[in-house]
């Protein structure tokens, strides 16, 4: 029984031929261009495959991107796409790191063998660990992820894991090195003007997004909106924030990295992540960064804003 396919190519015809080439299958196959924006499809939803070219858009190869997927749990089999001469580079699969190695150009039938390869391999292993009344099953039925429980699935995790960033030691090490060269300009305010807190939200759903500066601005906040990873970091380096909200899985430039880089350029202000999923292995990786909270979507905007307001005022 078909499933779903996520599909990662930097270009955009070839991801309408494979999508179709796919569809003609009965699979339902989602698509991404950017190695960042891929992780968080990956991450937020359940796929029976996924297939990676070696070159995508954003930071990411597309090896990186296979790398960083099954660091952060994802078991799905991968099926990685790149001429011969390029398996060879840094930016090509290597044997071992993907599951099914097709080589680019490839045409209608070597695609469906990947596929079908792939598919009777997750066939056998699903009825070898199934018990035998269990056997009739969809064979695409996904087994648990163990050792890596997802927030949405389990509620209590998040408080656990907001306990772990506010409780952790990090926080009392010294501050990362800063260097006044990159460090945000800090300048006083206008003689009889009040500053609004200024607030940076990067986000790449502009319903979201939307609605969050809607309720920050009607108290009082001024908030400026990214949408990339990169821009958002750039931003953060030209002006001075009082409190930071962004998804992890951002284009240009992912959550983590972004951080990471925030944080080694000096930037101090509080920040806060706001995402659909999350493991504990991501927050043991976050912890480092004095992430002051962890928001699972959909939060109530009010929460949003009061939480806003305790940090940033």
């Not at 596929?115 to 269990?134: C, F, G, I, W, Y």
């Not at 656990?160 to 960033?165: G, I, P, V």
């Not at 939307?210 to 990169?230: A, P, T, Y």
Request: proline share 8%; charged share 20%.
């Amino acid at each position: 029984m078909p499933g779903k396919i996520l599909v990662v190519h930097r270009n955009e015809l070839i991801l309408d031929v494979i999508r179709e080439m796919l569809q003609d299958l009965g699979y339902t196959v989602t698509q991404a261009k950017d190695g960042h924006r891929a992780l968080g499809k990956a991450l937020s939803a359940h796929y029976h495959l996924i297939i990676v070219n070696h070159a995508l858009n954003g930071s990411l190869s597309g090896s990186q991107l296979v790398e960083r997927m099954k660091k952060y749990g994802v078991q799905t089999p991968i099926i990685g796409t790149a001429p011969d001469a390029d398996w060879a580079t840094p930016m090509g699969f290597s044997e071992g790191t993907v599951d099914y190695l097709l080589p680019s150009p490839f045409d209608y039938a070597e695609l469906i063998k990947a596929v079908e390869a792939l598919s009777n391999t997750r066939q056998t292993d699903a009825a070898k660990d199934m018990p035998p009344e269990s056997l009739e099953q969809d064979p695409f039925t996904t087994p648990e992820i163990p050792n890596i429980p997802a927030i949405d699935a389990e509620s209590d995790l998040l408080e656990s894991l907001t306990d772990a960033l506010s409780s952790s030691p990090i926080a009392d090490t010294p501050q990362p090195e800063s260097f006044p060269s990159e460090s945000p300009l800090q300048l006083p305010d206008p003689i009889g003007l009040t500053r609004k807190p200024q607030i940076l939200l990067a986000e790449t759903d502009a319903t979201l997004t939307g609605n969050i500066q809607k309720h920050l601005e009607q108290d009082g906040f001024e908030v400026s909106v990214f949408h990339n990873g990169r821009d958002a970091y750039e931003e953060a380096m030209l002006n001075n924030y009082d409190f930071i909200l962004t998804d992890l899985w951002l284009p240009g430039m992912d959550g983590f990295d972004m951080i990471d880089a925030m944080r080694k350029s000096g930037v101090d202000a509080p920040i806060a992540i706001l995402t659909g999923h999350i493991t504990r292995e991501m927050v043991q990786e976050l912890i480092s960064f004095r992430i002051c909270r962890i928001l699972l979507k959909p939060t109530p905007p009010n929460e949003i804003v009061s939480l806003v307001h305790a940090k940033s005022c």
